[in-house]
Nanobody, 123 residues
Framework: QVQLVESGGGLVQVGGSLRLSCAAS????????MGWFRQAPGKEREFVAA????????YYADSVKGRFIIDRDNAKNTVYLQMNSLNPEYTAVYYCAVSRAGAYGTSGSYNYWGQGTQVTVSS
């Protein structure tokens, strides 16, 4: 059992930055991927970024490469998403998730999900 709590969302102007945090508790030692997904109104949930809980592999959606950075602090059981150069297309609810196995970019591969945190980018 893993519990995930996201924080750090909010309202930001175009060009600004936010840093999202996801605090995990429970049996995180067996986690395979920690991932971030987002869902905008009327759209399907989509992959944003993922990182291996052990090792140094990171993965990004093409739409966020060069803008977002995913990292982790295993001692704190926390994964972060640094979001830079934001514009309104990034407005969405962002979700943290844990995968035990499977494809990092597929939502069906993730076993546990947080409640999400709203990110709104305005002009």
């Amino acid at each position: 059992q893993v519990q995930l709590v996201e924080s750090g969302g909010g309202l930001v102007q175009v060009g600004g930055s936010l840093r999202l945090s996801c605090a995990a508790s429970g049996r995180t030692f067996s986690s395979y991927f920690m991932g971030w997904f987002r869902q905008a109104p009327g759209k399907e949930r989509e992959f944003v970024a993922a990182i291996r809980w052990s090792g140094d592999n990171t993965y990004y959606a093409d739409s966020v490469k060069g803008r977002f950075i995913i990292d982790r602090d295993n001692a704190k059981n926390t994964v972060y998403l640094q979001m830079n150069s934001l514009n309104p297309e990034y407005t969405a609810v962002y979700y943290c998730a844990v995968s035990r196995a499977g494809a990092y970019g597929t939502s069906g591969s993730y076993n546990y999900w947080g409640q999400g945190t709203q990110v709104t980018v305005s002009s």
